[in-house]
Structures are given as structure tokens and as C-alpha cells.
């Protein structure tokens, strides 16, 4: 199997994640392939994003985290059209060309970004491998939910409800734990690791990280410790890449015999096992490979964001304690070298982690499916396959093929019939560029202003398909809504469209007054359906955010043949639920002319 992970070039755990993956798959005869998805927009962008994360996560934690939780409070960012999210899905052309020229039968993303580029790639290429997403810290990240991967492994089975409850199907959930590479599951006798480093196997030995940069108080933690402890405690400090501090901590500590300090370590397992603590950051990935080993952990809360969670986590397992401050950590250091019995507590309460191999879990599941795959496939009939659906030829002229097309889930809809013409699909715009260059089935002409008849006359007559104009309801109501009731119908509208707070007699006023069809909208399961309904509405239009689904569903129990309007959210799964719910028609909101100029300007600047 041809295997690409992907991976993204903002912080090392993703990356370390990817490799353990791509050491499993390599090791069971795959042909596995580890690349950063950030170079497909762009090596430049991939080079900002690093530096920008690096900076971050070293000078300002505290913009680390307040970005980090206004994603998860706000995660329209990564909705569909969300101007981050086009951001992201520029490096869909690159990406669905190699993937389609490579081959790969199979692609893993270690980070959300990969995630939300390849769900674009795969839509505009039509490519036909599995796809999966693995989680790095013990959390959901915002933006897991909203791409279309195949599965989701997770690191522990209490992340499920969350992820269910954003739309993801609990069969596409696999928990697997956090990948970590082989050489951890393997330990090495304490006394031994510590003999092998230089180390005295009789002293306690501490250890000290800041994750792959350096991060956090760790010049203030061995200043304290240094005060606070014995000689014969073994103090060993891993700066990362950090080189600045480790300069600076050699300068102060490099001539004392029990104190080490080290830059990038390429064997951490063997320090791990000559550990019997460890002071660290809560990453996803060094507290995992801690666990695997089964050392205790102080956990330094020193950039929260995603790593909040994993703190939290830690702390309920017992594997781990924790401290507001630097006297504080240092005092849980203190406590636990005198009371072993916590310590030998705490280490086996990780007892667990060294049983499961994430990334073997990630492989046999992957595997399976895809077995499962070739299974169904061989046990098709092998005679020509009869289409549910006829062949619909598609004529399109030299200059227009690249039209904006609607999401193809609308069309499971049953359409309504308005005085012999089915529709299914309302763009929701009065961009004209846009209505005379898409192939919905109608337009939803309303916008945020007192309606005008100059507008509705112009949008009219450039349309080559239906209109339904809004004539008011919030702001303008009265007697100003039936004229331009009126005067839209004169011009060759389909339908008007009344907002939410009009009266039912301003309502039934502007019924009486034209012969189209009167759509009111509904913005709550509260409204008195009935009531709009024998005021003279035609058909509901549903606008209720988040709730549309649960409002289409409660109104179509009530109302089994009343016409329902609906838009359809953001992404093709809230749309399958609103039409699953009972919507006949959907009304779509296209992306800006200038979000889809950006789009053709990424396409020109590759050719």
C-alpha cells in the first residue's frame, strides 16, 4: 500500500506523530511518505506559519492561548466559505496533483489543516484513497469535525460525545491513543539507563523539558531546584532547539557534576528510562511518551491552549501533578522525592499506556477497511451495472464551463413545483455576476436594505432563472410591502419573500395583493406555523442557524405537506441533515465573487 501522512510544520508533536506512523506502516512493508501539507500552498507560507508558531509558543503563550480558545469558542473558521478555511484549501491543487500522480492509496493527517486541504482535494479530484485523521493532543481540535476524512482516532474514548455531537458518525471513530515510535514500548532498567548516560544509579534523577523549543520557566525551575535540593539528585534539562538557553544554562550550571544539561536529544526513550520524574510542558506527544514509559510527571502549564487538555487530562489519570507557580512545581518535586510510595502511585496508575500501540491500532484498522473494500468490490456482479438514474448529457459552451455549481447533496431534496417548475436549489445572493454564472435552480434575491425596486428589476431581468425577491417584513412593513409586492410581480417575479417579524395581517394583506407565491420566514420553533399559514403564506422559508434542522423537523411533524424552504448551512452534512428533516428546497450562500477570483488567482500564479 502507497501511504502518504501528512503532517503540518507548526510545532513538533505533529511531526512526531507522523513519523511514528510512517516507522508502523514502513515496518509492515508499506511504502510510506511523511510531508508537510503547509508546502502545498506554499514553501513561503509553510516557513511563516513555523516561524510565527515558534514565536508564539517562546515569547507570547499568553496570545498562544487566547487564539487557541477563541477558535474552539468560534470554529466558524473552519466552516465552508470561512475566508481561514479558503486560506487553507489553496493548497488543494497542489496537493490533488500528487496525490493523483503518486498514487496513493492512502492518506493520513496529523493536523487539521491537512485535514480540511485534502477533504478539498479529494472533492475537486474525485480521488478515490482512504483517509484518515489522527488527533495529537487529548482534546478535539477545533476544526476536527468539519472535513470529510474516512475515520477519526482518537487518543481516549472520552473525546467521542464531542465529536458525535459536531456531526461526526461514532462508526467513522476509532480510539487508538497517541502514535508514539516503536523504541518507546521498549524500557531499559533504570540503574542500567542511568549507568549507560553517566549517571549514579543510586541517585533520584529529574528531568526537565520545555518540548521540542524550549518553552517555559525552565532557567527559574533549576535556579530553585539547585537552592532546594541534595547533591545526590541527578537534575537533567533537554533545551530543544532552543540554543540561546542552552548556552546561557551551560554558562551557570555547566561546571556542576550532578546538573546536565543537553540540546536536541535523538534517544529520549533511554533518558526517559533513566528517569523518576519529569518535569515537563503538557504536549501531546512527550507526555505520551512518558506514559508509554510509565514516568511520573509535574506538568508546567506553561502555554495552555490545546495543552489545557492535556494537563486535565493527566491530572485525572493520577499520572500526574501540577503547580500555579514556579515555588509550587518545586514544592510537588520536594514532596514526591520524599514520598516514593506517590511516586511508584503515580507511575503505575500509567500503567495502561504501554499496552496499546496507537500506531499498530492506526495500521489494522486502516488495513481492515481496507480489505473490506476490496471484499465488496470482488463480490459485485460482475454484469454491467444498471444506473438508478438515466444519463443526463451536459452541453456547455467554450468561455462558461467554469460556472459556480451547487452542493450536489441539495439535489436528494424533492424539489417543490411552483406553477410547473421544480426547484431545488436557491442561490442566495444578488451578485449578478454570480446568478448569471451558476446552475442553481432559482435566486433568493434578499439582502439587508429597504427593498428597492431598481434592484429587484435589474436582478429580474439579467436572470435567466426564477427569482423570489424580498419585499420586507423587519424594517419595512405596511403598506410599502404590498406595493413592492406589486411591483415585483409586474417585473416578473416568481415569489416574494417576507422576513420574519412582519404582522399576520400585514401578512395576509400582502397575500391578497398578488398572484405568486408569499414565502414567510421562520427563525424559531416557536412560531405559530398555523397561524402564517392561514394568513396566506405559500411556503416556509426556515432561517434558524444552528437550530434549522431541529425547527424543519418539529414543523414538518406537525405540517407533512406544507412547502419548507431551508438554508442549509455551511457544509454538505448540514445539509443532508436539513433535508433529512424534512426541507424540500435549499437555499445556498455562495462565496464572494472575490473569494472565488482568489481561488483563479492561485490557479494562475501555478501554471
Known amino acids: 500500500?502507497?501511504?502518504?501522512?501528512?503532517s503540518s510544520n507548526n510545532g513538533g508533536g505533529h511531526n512526531a506523530v507522523a513519523k511514528a506512523i510512517a516507522q508502523c506502516f514502513t515496518a509492515h512493508g508499506d511504502e510510506c511518505t511523511v510531508r508537510d501539507c503547509l508546502s502545498y500552498v506554499s514553501d513561503h507560507a509553510s516557513e511563516l506559519v513555523s516561524r510565527s508558531h515558534d514565536f508564539m509558543y517562546r515569547h507570547t503563550p499568553e496570545l498562544f492561548d487566547s487564539s487557541y480558545r477563541r477558535a474552539e469558542e468560534n470554529p466558524e473558521a473552519f466552516k465552508e466559505h470561512h475566508r481561514v478555511r479558503q486560506m487553507i484549501e489553496l493548497g488543494q491543487f497542489g496537493l490533488g496533483r500528487s496525490i493523483r500522480e503518486e498514487g496513493y492509496e492512502l492518506v493520513i493527517c496529523t493536523h487539521v489543516f491537512a485535514a480540511i486541504m485534502l477533504s478539498a482535494a479529494k472533492k475537486r479530484y474525485k480521488l478515490p484513497m482512504q483517509t484518515a485523521l489522527v488527533e495529537t493532543d487529548y482534546t478535539?481540535?477545533?476544526?476536527?469535525a468539519d472535513n470529510t476524512v474516512d475515520v477519526h482516532f482518537l487518543p481516549d474514548a472520552s473525546l467521542i460525545p464531542d465529536l458525535t455531537a459536531a456531526g461526526v458518525p461514532e462508526d467513522q471513530i476509532v480510539v487508538s491513543g497517541i502514535p508514539v515510535r516503536e523504541e518507546f514500548y521498549h524500557r531499559t532498567e533504570k540503574e542500567e539507563a542511568k549507568a549507560q548516560l553517566g549517571l549514579d544509579p543510586a541517585h533520584l534523577h529529574i528531568l526537565i523539558m520545555g518540548g521540542s523549543m524550549g518553552c517555559g520557566p525552565i532557567p527559574e525551575l533549576l535556579d530553585a531546584l539547585y537552592l532546594r535540593l541534595d547533591e545526590d539528585v541527578e537534575i537533567s534539562v533537554v533545551c530543544g532547539?532552543?540554543?540561546r538557553m542552552k548556552k546561557s544554562l551551560e554558562s551557570s550550571y555547566g561546571h556542576l557534576?550532578?546538573?546536565?544539561?543537553?540540546?536536541?536529544?535523538?534517544?529520549?526513550?533511554?533518558?526517559?528510562?533513566?528517569?523518576?520524574l519529569l518535569m515537563t510542558k503538557p504536549g501531546g506527544i512527550s507526555t505520551t511518551e512518558a506514559a508509554v514509559k510509565g514516568l511520573p510527571m509535574i506538568l508546567i502549564n506553561a502555554v495552555?491552549?490545546?495543552?489545557?487538555?492535556?494537563?486535565?487530562?493527566?491530572?485525572?489519570?493520577?499520572?500526574?501533578?501540577?503547580g500555579e507557580t514556579v515555588e509550587e512545581l518545586v514544592a510537588c518535586c520536594e514532596t514526591l522525592i520524599e514520598d516514593r510510595e506517590t511516586l511508584e502511585e503515580m507511575s503505575h496508575a500509567l500503567q495502561g499506556f504501554g499496552e496499546r500501540k496507537a500506531a499498530e491500532i492506526i495500521y489494522e484498522t486502516l488495513s481492515q477497511r481496507k480489505a473490506l473494500v476490496l471484499t465488496d468490490a470482488a463480490q459485485l456482479d460482475p454484469a454491467p451495472a444498471v444506473s438508478a438514474r438515466p444519463f443526463v448529457p451536459r452541453v456547455q459552451s467554450s468561455l462558461r464551463h467554469g460556472i459556480l455549481e451547487m452542493p450536489k447533496d441539495i439535489y436528494e431534496a424533492s424539489g417543490i413545483v411552483i406553477n410547473g417548475r421544480r426547484i431545488k436549489s436557491l442561490v442566495f445572493t444578488t451578485d449578478l455576476a454570480i446568478i448569471r454564472n451558476c446552475d442553481a435552480d432559482a435566486v433568493f434575491a434578499v439582502y439587508p436594505f429597504t427593498p428597492q425596486q431598481a434592484i429587484s428589476d435589474a436582478i429580474i431581468k439579467a436572470s435567466y432563472i426564477p427569482v423570489f425577491c424580498g419585499v420586507g417584513g423587519g424594517t419595512t412593513k405596511g403598506l410599502r410591502t404590498i406595493g413592492l409586492a406589486k411591483d415585483v410581480e409586474s417585473q416578473g417575479a416568481m415569489g416574494v419573500v417576507l422576513n420574519a417579524p412582519i404582522t399576520d395581517l400585514n401578512l395576509a394583506a400582502v397575500a391578497k395583493s398578488v398572484d405568486i407565491p408569499?414565502?414567510?420566514t421562520v427563525v424559531s420553533e416557536d412560531t405559530d406555523i398555523e397561524r402564517r399559514l392561514l394568513s396566506g403564506a405559500s411556503i416556509l422559508n426556515v432561517a434558524g442557524g444552528p437550530q434549522t434542522p431541529e425547527i424543519v423537523r418539529k414543523i414538518r411533524q406537525s405540517f407533512p405537506k406544507v412547502p419548507i424552504i431551508s438554508s442549509g448551512g455551511g457544509t454538505e452534512e448540514s445539509i443532508r441533515r436539513t433535508i433529512q428533516a424534512g426541507a424540500n428546497a435549499i437555499t445556498y450562500t455562495p462565496p464572494t465573487a472575490q473569494e472565488l477570483f482568489k481561488i483563479t488567482m492561485a490557479k494562475y500564479r501555478e501554471m
Open 1 to 6: 500500500m502507497k501511504v502518504l501522512v501528512l
Open 140 to 144: 478535539n481540535t477545533p476544526g476536527s
Open 241 to 243: 532547539s532552543n540554543e
Open 257 to 276: 557534576r550532578n546538573i546536565h544539561i543537553w540540546g536536541y536529544v535523538a534517544d529520549m526513550s533511554s533518558l526517559y528510562d533513566s528517569a523518576d
Open 304 to 322: 495552555a491552549g490545546c495543552e489545557a487538555h492535556n494537563l486535565q487530562f493527566f491530572l485525572e489519570t493520577g499520572g500526574a501533578l501540577t
Open 518 to 520: 408569499v414565502i414567510i
